[in-house]
């Protein structure tokens, strides 16, 4: 384990060199492909780290602050997943930018460094033991990705970033001092200064943790980080800042960044249930959430006009399924980071086709999107196919993970939560299924020209949405092996 720790360190201080490097470069062009190489290079170097975890065991570094284990380190794949699949379409995207001298080499310098600077603060987030050092790293993401939602200052991106800005930032000092009475829980043991902070020390003095202090942490770090995550009623930024970044920005927003929100709550779960001798307490905390957040999402994905809207009320329904699934426990928690990766991936290719689209033809209006798959194959037929994979049509992979959820509360007997569940679930099924239908057949009005797309960009779009399918076939051995090892 010491002589692969360096891993640690370097896997944080390489996108970080390259965020300096970028500050360099002139060429609009060149700054894209910049952004792309290093990050699928970030990519490569997390896998390693990852692949060695699920072979080897835990990595520890840097006196036991750094810390990556399977669950930390399952989230750091999808994490670079999302963040290279966003990188290389971002080529595509802002090149048609370039011709119009829309996105000039300022605005590529600015844009690749606060990438690079965002991509670091989540790999800081992943790998740290210390409770602090997590909340630096989540805490860093909102002020580098406040300024990706503006990168073209408009009105509305500019008021979308305040508001991000503004209500993450409260959240986040509420986490803050959940993490502060996390601390202090561990103040009647023999854990000594910075030691309170670490993740693992504090597993070994479980039943000595003060449980008011404990509880009162976690309500704090539920609802702060909770705001980060989208989790309703703390999710109002949400659908502003996610209609008004570029593409590739609310592809890294809903792929990734909420998840990471949720993956500090997740975190801390296990301490609150071994102090709490598994009484339940956290994780129903956590089935309020999610139901809730369920319930928000269904009620105003009905009747929305605007497509990167939807898809923003989407996110917020899919982390109220992943939250409720950590809630629920057993299976759910199985079920529920099968789910990340899948609504991960679905979520950024349909955010990848809804902003080509809006380049093409100038709107994300749904209403202007009608008979969009016969006018552009391509983005029209991704988009049409993302929301049936998001919305857990068979046989794609998030249909089996819904009713694995499903099949979690009914076997906890929970039969009021399963119910409410599948409510929610078909609210949104036919919300979301009717703008799908108007998309799919319905005759093509717009004047524009049709949408086409590269073999390049055709990739990175069916591709991750073959492997939705697939997986609703066939989960191979190795994912099903790291999904039970990652949720301890």
């Known amino acids: 384990m010491?002589?692969?720790a360096f891993l640690l360190p370097l896997s944080l201080l390489f996108p970080l060199l390259l965020g300096a490097v970028s500050l360099f470069l002139r060429s609009p062009r060149a700054s894209l492909i910049f952004c792309s190489v290093g990050t699928v290079l970030t990519a490569i170097l997390s896998g390693v780290s990852a692949c060695w975890v699920f072979r080897h065991g835990p990595l520890s570094a840097a006196g036991g602050w750094f810390f990556l284990d399977a669950f930390s380190a399952y989230h750091l794949l999808v994490m670079v997943a999302v963040y290279s699949l966003s990188a290389l379409y971002g080529i595509g995207y802002f090149g048609h930018e370039i011709k119009e001298h829309r996105f000039t080499g300022k605005t590529a310098r600015r844009y690749t460094g606060l990438w690079f600077g965002s991509l670091g603060a989540l790999v800081l987030a992943l790998i740290s033991n210390n409770l602090g050092l997590l909340w630096v790293g989540i805490e860093s993401t909102?002020?580098?990705?406040?300024?990706?939602?503006?990168?073209?200052?408009t009105p509305g991106a500019l008021?979308?970033?305040?508001?991000?800005?503004?209500?993450?930032?409260?959240?986040?000092?509420?986490?803050?001092?959940?993490?502060?009475?996390?601390?202090?829980?561990?103040?009647?043991?023999?854990?000594?200064?910075?030691?309170?902070?670490?993740?693992t020390e504090l597993r070994t003095v479980l039943p000595s943790l003060n449980p008011m202090l404990l509880k009162a942490g976690f309500l704090f770090l539920v609802v702060g980080y909770g705001t980060k995550a989208g989790l309703a009623p703390l999710h109002n930024w949400l659908p502003d800042a996610h209609s008004q970044a570029p593409a590739p920005v609310s592809a890294v927003f809903s792929g990734f960044l909420l998840s990471a929100a949720g993956y500090g709550i997740f975190r801390c779960?296990?301490?609150?249930?071994?102090?709490?001798?598994?009484?339940?307490?956290?994780?129903g905390i956590l089935m309020a959430f999610g139901l809730l957040s369920l319930l928000t999402a269904a009620v105003f994905l009905v009747g929305q006009k605007d497509i990167k809207r939807l898809l923003a009320y989407s996110s917020v329904e899919h982390m109220g399924i992943i939250t409720l699934g950590f809630g629920l426990g057993g299976i759910g928690v199985w079920a529920a980071l099968l789910?990340?990766?899948?609504?991960?991936?679905?979520?950024?290719v349909s955010f990848f086709c809804a902003g080509r689209l809006g380049q093409i033809y100038g709107s994300h209006e749904i209403k202007k999107l009608n008979g969009i798959v016969k006018s552009s194959p391509l983005w029209g037929g991704g988009l049409v196919t993302g929301l049936l994979a998001l919305i857990g049509a068979a046989p794609f992979v998030l249909f089996f993970t819904e009713f694995y959820l499903l099949k979690a509360a009914v076997d906890a007997h929970r039969?009021?939560?399963?119910?409410?569940?599948?409510?929610c679930l078909c609210v949104v099924f036919v919300g979301i299924s009717r703008p799908l239908v108007s998309m799919a057949w319905k005759p093509w009005e717009s004047e524009a020209l049709p949408g086409k797309g590269s073999l390049f960009e055709g990739a990175l779009v069916y591709l991750p949405l073959a492997l939705l399918f697939l997986l609703g076939f066939w989960l191979p051995s190795p994912l099903n092996n790291v999904i039970l090892f990652s949720r301890g």
């Open 2 to 4: 010491m002589k692969m």
């Open 142 to 153: 909102t002020l580098l990705t406040a300024f990706l939602i503006c990168i073209h200052p």
């Open 159 to 199: 008021e979308a970033m305040w508001k991000y800005l503004l209500m993450c930032s409260v959240g986040m000092a509420i986490a803050f001092t959940g993490t502060l009475l996390v601390a202090a829980s561990a103040g009647g043991t023999l854990l000594r200064g910075t030691d309170v902070l670490l993740l």
């Open 269 to 283: 779960l296990p301490l609150i249930e071994g102090a709490t001798g598994n009484s339940g307490w956290g994780r």
């Open 339 to 348: 789910h990340t990766l899948s609504h991960s991936l679905g979520k950024s």
């Open 415 to 423: 039969y009021l939560v399963a119910g409410f569940f599948l409510f």
